[in-house]
């Protein structure tokens, strides 16, 4: 019996060594990436970094933070930001968010609340420590800009997972339930109050290319720059319009689109009205377009549902038959 409580105790021992080391390890690390921010000309400041969770986990606090990019105008304040990591399983991270933080841009200040938002990352073994996998839970998120407008959405859920057959891609998925638009959005798009002022469901299920892993270099250092975005399953569910789409676009190095997806739009005519008062088509060119698109309907089965491909090529976008204009660039953030 002396001897199992003498192994007892050095082997507690050893394990608070190892949670000790592990804890300053993870506390230090926090704290040289913050450091290295400032020295790269952000404004950081935070009130207390400590943590805690002996003796299965590493639960760390960054109190009152508030970090603030000059060059670019963003910006991120929370009264506290929490990481949690299980000791025996270092490479796996479960992040907290507050139930109310305030994002700010060059032009406005935005209050972020929500009942609940956390996610989590998975990383791989190995110096670099490449994402494997992630997720993020939002639930009853509000945005509410000093500029004057609110958005708000139910539910929201976003995953990433490194693909198993393709080097260099992530599958990744995202679904938002009940997204209340901004009443100026809504009074652009749907001048007449025909549709609801919530979009039921939006959800796409994706695979994206990126020409680097995501991993500590990433952040350290240049973002990776998205090569290809394949769309398995593109859906937007707003009142009488129901959207699906899928396809494949490749982006060159200038960020520049090339290919299509092929779109279905239940109630098209409702769509292209939306897409009128948005200025995607001009006004004295939608009765001819209208006319196309009939034709184009009448073509498929059924008069009320259009499928149309929206095509890529040499930096411009069209509709089926009608010219949008230039295709939006993408480049690394």
């Known amino acids: 019996m002396r001897r199992l409580m003498v192994l007892v105790l050095v082997a507690a021992s050893l394990w608070g060594g190892y949670w000790f080391v592990g804890s300053t390890a993870v506390e230090r690390g926090l704290a040289t990436w913050l450091a290295q921010q ?3 000309g952000w404004d950081v400041s935070y009130s207390d970094l400590s943590t805690g969770g002996f003796p299965n986990r590493f639960d760390t606090t960054l109190t ?8 670019s105008g963003l910006g991120w304040r929370a009264p506290f930001f929490q990481i949690f990591t299980l000791s025996y399983k270092p490479t796996h991270i479960i992040a907290v968010w507050p139930n109310e933080q305030t994002l700010i841009t060059p032009s406005e200040s935005i209050a972020v609340t929500s009942d609940d938002m956390r996610g989590s990352a998975v990383f791989k073994a190995g110096p ?3 994402l494997d996998h992630s997720s993020v839970v939002v639930k009853n998120l509000a945005l509410t800009s000093d500029a004057g407008w609110e958005l708000g959405i139910a539910d929201a859920r976003f995953a990433t997972r490194l693909t198993a057959t393709r080097k260099g891609f992530h599958d990744v998925a995202l679904e938002s339930l ?3 638009l901004p009443d100026h959005v809504l009074a652009l798009l749907d001048p007449d109050s025909t549709l609801s002022p919530v979009i039921e469901r939006l959800k796409i299920d994706s695979s994206l290319g990126f020409d680097a892993p995501w991993d500590r270099f990433a952040l350290e250092g240049k973002r990776p720059a998205l090569t290809e975005i394949g769309v398995n399953r593109f859906n937007l569910t707003w009142g009488m319009i129901d959207i699906g789409a899928q396809g494949v676009l490749t982006v060159d190095s200038a960020g520049i689109l090339t290919g299509k997806l092929d779109v ?7 769509l292209l009205e939306v897409a009128v008062a948005a200025g995607l088509i001009p006004r004295e060119t939608a009765p001819t377009v209208v006319n196309a698109m009939t034709i184009l309907a009448s073509m498929s089965g059924d008069p009320d549902v259009l499928d149309v491909p929206l095509a890529f090529q040499n930096g411009m976008v069209s509709f089926g038959p009608i010219p949008l204009g230039p295709a939006p660039r993408l480049t690394p953030f």
């Open 38 to 40: 400032q020295s790269r």
């Open 64 to 71: 009152d933070v508030d970090m603030t990019d000059p060059v």
């Open 128 to 130: 670099s420590l490449a």
């Open 178 to 180: 009940s997204l209340a």
């Open 264 to 270: 279905s739009a239940k109630n098209w005519r409702k």
